[in-house]
């Protein structure tokens, strides 16, 4: 039985392969042509084939997101100590998203990276709605992009408005010293009136706000000052050092936008890691899905050809007994 | 095909009910903070929920009182750490540009760059010294105040050999040097570790 | 006192309150006892690409990689 069982199988071969071995070995055996065209046509071959492959995918999705779920651990604990670090200008110069400005630069936040859920076309439709909102006749506004993945996303519709592009930000890992030569090139690089970060804000492991953070520039600062409204109460702090106000501002300003950067870029990450981990997750549990479902199906198979086999056995015997 | 969908769906779902949660408080805390932004952006993208910012993320902070409290509340914050997260003392130093800045409960609100120096926070008869880089501290008229720093370090963490011989080194660099950078840069150097020796001394 | 001086000295050589204060925060590092320096050290490496885009092309991308120029 085994040999015919074999015999069977080189004559699948043959059919979907020019191999010639097994071309030899099914003109050995004749007699199984006809069979095979009955009940027992049904590959087990190419059902055992994709459960290898689905086993192998669902052991790299495992692998994947243990490897994610250790690197969120690491940058979840940085993140939260970054916290801190934008609050005290947010409590000075309150959040002013719906600021009418002239330059307008989106500094829209990716990852390098893929297979991370949804978190990088959320960013990229918030930048796209932002853009919209921010740009008119007599305004503009552009893009500063962080990241390969918003990068691919928004070079097809805005490539004329990209004035940045930034990757490879997380060869080793993320410290304030990096972020803060980053947020210095772009100062050095774009005019802006107002600058507009756009992430993810980490939340939980299945949860991410896309949010944005405004920083304006020193001149606007000292201009919605004066016209009063949320920034009217700046002008009722004194300011110790420097020579005038506005290089104060302007000090202030740079040193907010590298802040902002360095809390956004960490929570980014984190939802990155986060989001990866939610997707191998998903995708972990379908492959064993999945591969219960092939196991099933296989198991049948082989069944319904064993059986088969008992059938014509005992016909055969029957009718040589008959 | 369906099973994935489901599964997206019943994600989706899950995600979206945290989400809802937050929004309501928010509109609790910070009921007008950018009703021209959620406005605007209804306009633009109706089918997409306005991006979050930063004020909804923040603990609301109590407004000035009439009275001068006892204590100032202080958040002193570094890149890779919070120091002093609200904590309530009786006095911090800071080294502003223009000289040590004692802060006290009631302080007028003020904002101050620092240079290169030691700051001290009091508390009772406790005092803790730190040697701040650069930064700047922020003091808001409901005796808060937010001081943050690039890098912060206890006093006791600094080796004083260390901090002669880069007095030295700069003091040499700033002789010979010829660019306008160079020189600029050995006189951040100088400032610095003289600001460290007067930091060990005192 | 002398840093009321400096502070347009910085500006005035072309240098961002970024830089500044990234060279401040070094040369404190520098002065650091071990083994707080070297983990303090190992917050500063520096490593990203940046491509500046003309009409819609981006250009050769710089990378950079360096340490901070005091040392």
Redesign the interface.
């Known amino acids: 039985m085994a040999m015919a069982a074999l015999r069977r199988e080189g004559k699948r071969f043959a059919l979907t392969s020019p191999n010639p071995i097994n071309v030899l070995r099914s003109s050995l055996a004749p007699s199984e042509e006809r069979m095979s065209l009955g009940v027992r046509g049904i590959s087990t071959q190419i059902v055992r084939n994709r459960m290898k492959s689905v086993k192998n995918i669902q052991k790299i999705t495992k692998a994947m997101k243990m490897v994610a779920a250790s690197k969120l651990r690491a940058i979840q604990v940085?993140a939260e100590?970054?916290?801190?670090?934008?609050?005290?200008f947010?409590?000075?110069l309150?959040?002013?998203?719906?600021v009418d400005v002239k330059k307008n630069v989106i500094v829209t936040i990716s990852s390098d990276k893929g297979l991370c859920g949804g978190i990088n076309s959320t960013s990229v439709?918030?930048s796209r709605?932002?853009r919209?909102?921010t740009s008119g006749p007599d305004k503009e506004s552009t893009y500063v992009i962080l990241g390969e993945k918003a990068k691919a996303q928004l070079i097809r519709d805005s490539?004329?408005f990209?004035?940045?592009?930034?990757?490879?930000?997380q060869?080793?890992f993320l410290?304030?010293?990096?972020v803060?030569?980053?947020?210095?090139?772009i100062?050095?690089?774009v005019e802006y009136d107002a600058l507009r970060v756009?992430f993810n804000?980490f939340?939980?492991v299945?949860?991410f706000?896309?949010?944005?953070?405004?920083i304006l520039s020193p001149e606007v600062v000292e201009r919605e000052a004066e016209a009063g409204g949320k920034l009217g109460d700046l002008d009722?702090?004194?300011?110790?050092?420097?020579?005038t106000k506005s290089?104060?501002l302007?000090?202030?300003a740079?040193?907010q936008f590298?802040?902002?950067m360095?809390n956004a870029v960490l929570e980014n990450a984190c939802s990155e890691q986060g989001a990866r981990m939610?997707a191998m997750d998903?995708s972990s549990r379908?492959a064993g899905?999945m591969l219960d479902r092939l196991t099933l199906t296989y198991n049948r198979t082989r069944q319904a050809s064993i059986t088969t086999e008992l059938i014509e056995i005992i016909s055969g015997a029957s009718a040589l007994e008959g | 095909m369906f099973r994935q969908a489901t599964a997206r769906l019943l994600s989706r779902s899950a995600a979206a009910s945290p989400k809802a949660r937050p929004f309501s408080t928010d509109l609790e805390s910070a009921p007008a903070a950018d009703q021209a932004f959620v406005d605007a952006w209804k306009k633009v993208a109706p089918n997409m929920d306005p991006p979050k910012t930063p004020l909804s993320f923040m603990k609301p902070r109590p407004p000035t009182p009439s009275s001068i409290p006892s204590k100032l509340i202080v958040n002193f914050s570094l890149p890779y750490a919070s120091e002093l997260s609200g904590k309530e003392v009786d006095m911090v130093i800071v080294p502003a540009t223009t000289g040590q800045m004692g802060i006290l409960p009631g302080h007028v609100p003020t904002i101050a760059e620092l240079k290169p120096g030691l700051m001290t926070v009091h508390e009772g008869n406790d005092v803790q010294k730190y040697f701040v880089s650069s930064g700047f501290a922020l003091v808001h008229a409901n005796s808060f105040a937010d001081i943050i720093a690039v890098e912060a370090v206890p006093v006791d963490r600094i080796d004083p050999t260390l901090v002669q011989k880069g007095l030295a080194e700069f003091t040499q660099k700033l002789n010979s040097a010829s660019t306008e950078l160079e020189k600029a840069e050995a006189q951040i150097g100088l400032d610095v570790h003289s600001a460290l020796s007067s930091a060990l001394s005192g | 006192m002398s840093s009321t001086a400096a502070v347009p000295f910085w500006r005035a050589a072309g240098m961002t309150y970024i830089s500044y204060s990234n060279i401040c925060a070094n040369l404190v590092r520098n002065c650091l006892k071990e083994p707080h320096k070297s983990e303090a050290i190992s917050r500063e490496k520096v490593h990203f690409s940046l491509s500046k885009w003309v009409d819609g092309k981006p250009e050769k991308p710089n990378c950079h990689v360096y340490k901070l120029s005091c040392f």
């Open positions: 940085r100590n970054s916290r801190g670090l934008w609050q005290p947010t409590a000075l309150g959040d002013t998203p719906s439709k918030i709605a932002m919209r909102l490539r004329n990209i004035e940045l592009s930034i990757t490879e930000l060869k080793n410290n304030y010293t990096q803060s030569v980053l947020a210095d090139e100062l050095k690089n756009v804000k939340q939980s299945v949860s706000l896309p949010t944005t953070a405004t009722a702090y004194e300011i110790e050092g420097g020579e290089e104060i302007q000090n202030l740079e040193f590298s802040c902002v360095f939610s998903s379908n899905e």
